[in-house]
């Protein structure tokens, strides 16, 4: 029973023109056979003559795949037989690459199934033996200088090793090039991957005197990635996570871009790429612009293997409440800005790339001084193209990332933010693109003399006029406004609080309009809205809504009719 | 187009293939210092194989190509025996727990035991055959 063969190539003048290839069969127990075995000449030569004893190279999983290649003999360059049969048929002669010979020659791990061939023209050229399509466009792994020996590493790893006249290049299974290993003055005549694959050996020379070098782990195997940061951060201060990329190898990582996301309480993503120091390391840094629970998650997208598919993908998420050291003060929500009318002093819309500042203190209920933070519902309406704005402190540089309101040409969209107030109590409105106008609404202040502080809460739906949550079991008419008891229950206490915050959600409306919430027992706002809405929309908003001495808060419809569903997230307390 | 960076920023060159890199802009791996073996010395080199031996011991057989054997070392460099001294060594190779080598000089296929480094059997070749290179090639039993 013949297990397998050992592939001979010679030349001894018999045959012509100067090369053949014979093998020795061997049998499935060589041992209990005594390793007996009769060398069979020609047993491969197919349609392929050499002009002298080629190179051999194969796989030892099982593929079958035979390489053999002339060293120094051109045109006739190479050739790659299907061992599996008997004779070995020719796959692929690959003459036609620009090859100027075959110096060298080694098979990839099996189930990759692609023979890579050296040659003198500055690059190594790898073959899908899978697909005859793909025979006559090697994938090219580029070096500088002549290769002059080849290692492919072993089972399920597949990085190729490429000596040249000064460097090693290592190749990973997507092509990417890991490393350029420089061995100065010597020249790596030889390679060979140690059993573990992590290491790789040279048999370099050095002007004739020739010595084993250990090239200490020259490629990556399986990554890891951590993100760690604060359990909690502040609002208006910056938060910084600190994420480690990692190889099983210990090898140093440079260079690597990291997809990072930023998914804020009010479930606004903010996206950026970070990237990783010489040690795999990165720094996430945000500020939080409201209370709650950021979610930061970092992507790192690997190489990709030889049949395209991704090998190596990592991601690492951290989680950070923000909270406020400074109290909060509700305030009856005032409109303090308006650009269709002049609110706030400005009474156009805002420019593609202009900002404007407002002044937030020392009127409407805000003090003066000792402000560090305003609430504001920010509203973007008649957009004349799609754009963001941003919201920020005078007298501090923009942010170079993130958004506060997002929009769509023509879209009317709120937003509640927390900005922090500049040294003058300003704050600033930066347009990205297009003209826009801003209405505000301040909904209260943080301060070191405040009122109140944060305490989480939930999530706990306490309102859905579509099942009857919250005591409503119809949409709310038009020009109509249900008071909503939001204290004293769902962990909320029945005295003492001065503001909910809630996740307010109109859907189903039958015309195009707007919500307002506000203290039950006070004026409705003259101004303001919380959630503004077209037909048949469904959207949300955070507000902040301070809450009336009976615990109630109230929610206006100006037109149509609405459902309306509550999440409550938190409330203050004082 | 991927794009490929040589380590230690000395170049950076392009290459145009099939793949897409979502999301990845480059990888530079950084080696950690590398050994040479200062007590090993070889006349020249032709071939080597790692030992897949059941011992484990990752030995590798070198050979020179110049009449000098097969030299068996450890993976740092330390010279462990010498096979065949004095033969020429044109091609060695290993798989299915043997090592074999292609001696010129003696006309011969010589199987080597991986685990004792000694001589299993010699597959004798026509006289007159040069043999260079040599691999295992295993095809289906049954």
Redesign the interface.
């Not at chain 1, 080849?150 to 597949?158: D, P």
């Not at chain 1, 990205?432 to 609404?441: H, P, R, T």
């Not at chain 1, 999530?459 to 038009?478: K, M, Q």
């Not at chain 2, 490929?4 to 293939?17: E, I, S």
């Given at each position: 029973m013949e297990a397998g063969a050992l592939w001979v190539s010679y030349n001894d003048g018999s045959v012509a023109p100067d090369g053949a290839i014979g093998d020795f069969a061997i049998p499935d127990d060589p041992m209990a056979s005594g390793m007996s075995s009769t060398f069979v000449p020609d047993a491969v030569q197919g349609t392929y003559t050499w002009t002298s004893a080629p190179d051999l190279s194969s796989d030892s999983d099982g593929t079958g795949t035979l390489v053999a290649s002339d060293e120094g003999n051109s045109p006739e360059t190479a050739a790659v037989y299907d061992a599996q049969n008997s004779p070995a048929t020719t796959m692929i002669q690959p003459t036609a690459t620009g090859l100027s010979d075959g110096s060298g020659s080694s098979v990839l791990p099996a189930g990759r199934k692609f023979a890579l061939v050296g040659s003198s023209s500055d690059s190594v050229s790898i073959y899908n033996l899978e697909s005859s399509d793909d025979f006559s466009e090697p994938f090219v792994l580029p070096v500088s200088g002549a290769p002059n020996s080849v290692a492919a590493s072993g089972a399920n790893y597949g990085e190729v090793a490429v000596g040249t006249a000064r460097d090693v290049y290592i190749y990973s299974p997507a092509g990417d090039l890991d490393n350029v290993i420089p061995i100065s003055g010597l020249v790596p005549q030889g390679l060979a991957w140690e059993n573990s694959n992590e290491n790789l050996l040279a048999v370099t020379d050095n002007n004739g005197s020739y010595a084993l070098d250990t090239l200490d782990t020259p490629f990556a195997t399986t990554t890891s990635f951590t993100i760690t940061g604060p359990n909690t951060a502040t609002v208006g201060t910056t938060v910084s996570l600190t994420g480690q990329l990692n190889y099983a190898t210990g090898v140093g990582v440079a260079d690597a871009t990291v997809d990072v996301s930023i998914k804020a309480p009010n479930n606004f993503i903010l996206s950026y790429a970070a990237y990783t120091n010489s040690t795999g390391g990165l720094t996430i840094t945000n500020v939080p612009s409201t209370t709650g629970t950021y979610r930061y998650t970092a992507r790192y997208v690997g190489v990709q293997d030889w049949d395209g598919s991704f090998v190596e993908t990592s991601t690492a998420s951290a989680t950070v409440t923000a909270t406020l050291t400074a109290a909060y003060t509700p305030v009856a929500p005032v409109r303090v800005l308006d650009t269709r009318n002049g609110t706030g002093g400005y009474n156009s819309p805002v420019g593609a790339g202009q900002s404007i500042s407002l002044q937030v203190t020392g009127q409407d209920g805000v003090p003066a001084t000792g402000v560090s933070a305003v609430v504001l519902n920010l509203t973007a309406t008649d957009p004349t193209a799609n754009g963001w704005v941003v919201a920020y402190p005078d007298g501090q540089p923009r942010p170079a990332q993130g958004s506060n309101v997002n929009f769509t040409k023509g879209e009317t969209i709120p937003n509640l933010v927390t900005v922090p107030v500049g040294s003058n109590g300003k704050i600033d409105l930066y347009n990205s693109a297009g003209s826009v106008n801003l209405v505000a609404d301040l909904q209260g202040y943080y301060s070191a003399s405040g009122e109140s502080e944060y305490v989480a809460d939930g999530p706990v739906r306490v309102l859905d006029t579509r099942n009857g949550t919250g005591g409503f079991t119809s949409p709310v008419g038009a020009a109509k406004s249900i008071a909503l008891r939001v204290t004293g229950q769902d962990g909320v206490p029945a005295t003492g609080v001065t503001a909910v915050v809630l996740n307010l959600t109109a859907t189903g409306p039958t015309a195009s309009g707007w919500v307002v919430a506000y203290p039950d027992g006070q004026p409705r706002p003259a101004q303001g809205s919380s959630v503004n809405f077209t037909k048949g929309e469904t959207i949300a908003n955070l507000v902040i809504v301070p809450v009336g001495r009976d615990g109630k808060i109230d929610l206006y419809n100006a037109a149509g009719s609405v459902n309306l569903a509550a999440d409550l997230s938190g409330y203050f307390a004082g | 187009m991927?794009t490929?960076?040589?380590?230690?920023g000395?170049?950076v060159?392009t290459?145009t293939?099939?793949?897409t890199?979502?999301?990845?802009?480059?990888?530079?791996?950084?080696?950690?210092?590398?050994?040479?073996?200062?007590a090993?010395?070889?006349?020249?080199?032709h071939?080597?194989?790692?030992?897949?031996g059941s011992d484990?011991d990752?030995y590798?057989y070198?050979s020179?190509g110049t009449g000098d054997g097969i030299a068996v070392?450890t993976?740092?460099?330390s010279l462990q025996t010498t096979l065949f001294g004095g033969d020429v060594i044109e091609?060695i190779?290993q798989?299915?727990g043997?090592v074999?080598a292609?001696d010129a000089t003696a006309d011969a296929?010589q199987?080597i035991d991986p685990d004792t480094y000694s001589l299993?059997?010699t597959?004798?070749?026509?006289a007159?055959?040069?043999?260079?290179?040599?691999?295992?090639?295993?095809?289906?039993?049954?």
């Amino acid at each position: 029973m013949e297990a397998g063969a050992l592939w001979v190539s010679y030349n001894d003048g018999s045959v012509a023109p100067d090369g053949a290839i014979g093998d020795f069969a061997i049998p499935d127990d060589p041992m209990a056979s005594g390793m007996s075995s009769t060398f069979v000449p020609d047993a491969v030569q197919g349609t392929y003559t050499w002009t002298s004893a080629p190179d051999l190279s194969s796989d030892s999983d099982g593929t079958g795949t035979l390489v053999a290649s002339d060293e120094g003999n051109s045109p006739e360059t190479a050739a790659v037989y299907d061992a599996q049969n008997s004779p070995a048929t020719t796959m692929i002669q690959p003459t036609a690459t620009g090859l100027s010979d075959g110096s060298g020659s080694s098979v990839l791990p099996a189930g990759r199934k692609f023979a890579l061939v050296g040659s003198s023209s500055d690059s190594v050229s790898i073959y899908n033996l899978e697909s005859s399509d793909d025979f006559s466009e090697p994938f090219v792994l580029p070096v500088s200088g002549a290769p002059n020996s080849v290692a492919a590493s072993g089972a399920n790893y597949g990085e190729v090793a490429v000596g040249t006249a000064r460097d090693v290049y290592i190749y990973s299974p997507a092509g990417d090039l890991d490393n350029v290993i420089p061995i100065s003055g010597l020249v790596p005549q030889g390679l060979a991957w140690e059993n573990s694959n992590e290491n790789l050996l040279a048999v370099t020379d050095n002007n004739g005197s020739y010595a084993l070098d250990t090239l200490d782990t020259p490629f990556a195997t399986t990554t890891s990635f951590t993100i760690t940061g604060p359990n909690t951060a502040t609002v208006g201060t910056t938060v910084s996570l600190t994420g480690q990329l990692n190889y099983a190898t210990g090898v140093g990582v440079a260079d690597a871009t990291v997809d990072v996301s930023i998914k804020a309480p009010n479930n606004f993503i903010l996206s950026y790429a970070a990237y990783t120091n010489s040690t795999g390391g990165l720094t996430i840094t945000n500020v939080p612009s409201t209370t709650g629970t950021y979610r930061y998650t970092a992507r790192y997208v690997g190489v990709q293997d030889w049949d395209g598919s991704f090998v190596e993908t990592s991601t690492a998420s951290a989680t950070v409440t923000a909270t406020l050291t400074a109290a909060y003060t509700p305030v009856a929500p005032v409109r303090v800005l308006d650009t269709r009318n002049g609110t706030g002093g400005y009474n156009s819309p805002v420019g593609a790339g202009q900002s404007i500042s407002l002044q937030v203190t020392g009127q409407d209920g805000v003090p003066a001084t000792g402000v560090s933070a305003v609430v504001l519902n920010l509203t973007a309406t008649d957009p004349t193209a799609n754009g963001w704005v941003v919201a920020y402190p005078d007298g501090q540089p923009r942010p170079a990332q993130g958004s506060n309101v997002n929009f769509t040409k023509g879209e009317t969209i709120p937003n509640l933010v927390t900005v922090p107030v500049g040294s003058n109590g300003k704050i600033d409105l930066y347009n990205s693109a297009g003209s826009v106008n801003l209405v505000a609404d301040l909904q209260g202040y943080y301060s070191a003399s405040g009122e109140s502080e944060y305490v989480a809460d939930g999530p706990v739906r306490v309102l859905d006029t579509r099942n009857g949550t919250g005591g409503f079991t119809s949409p709310v008419g038009a020009a109509k406004s249900i008071a909503l008891r939001v204290t004293g229950q769902d962990g909320v206490p029945a005295t003492g609080v001065t503001a909910v915050v809630l996740n307010l959600t109109a859907t189903g409306p039958t015309a195009s309009g707007w919500v307002v919430a506000y203290p039950d027992g006070q004026p409705r706002p003259a101004q303001g809205s919380s959630v503004n809405f077209t037909k048949g929309e469904t959207i949300a908003n955070l507000v902040i809504v301070p809450v009336g001495r009976d615990g109630k808060i109230d929610l206006y419809n100006a037109a149509g009719s609405v459902n309306l569903a509550a999440d409550l997230s938190g409330y203050f307390a004082g | 187009m991927a794009t490929f960076h040589r380590a230690r920023g000395v170049l950076v060159t392009t290459l145009t293939t099939a793949l897409t890199l979502a999301g990845f802009a480059g990888l530079t791996l950084t080696a950690h210092a590398d050994t040479t073996s200062a007590a090993l010395s070889l006349n020249g080199y032709h071939q080597m194989a790692g030992d897949l031996g059941s011992d484990g011991d990752g030995y590798l057989y070198i050979s020179e190509g110049t009449g000098d054997g097969i030299a068996v070392v450890t993976p740092s460099g330390s010279l462990q025996t010498t096979l065949f001294g004095g033969d020429v060594i044109e091609g060695i190779t290993q798989d299915f727990g043997y090592v074999f080598a292609a001696d010129a000089t003696a006309d011969a296929i010589q199987v080597i035991d991986p685990d004792t480094y000694s001589l299993v059997t010699t597959w004798p070749m026509p006289a007159g055959d040069i043999r260079t290179r040599l691999r295992w090639r295993p095809v289906p039993c049954g």
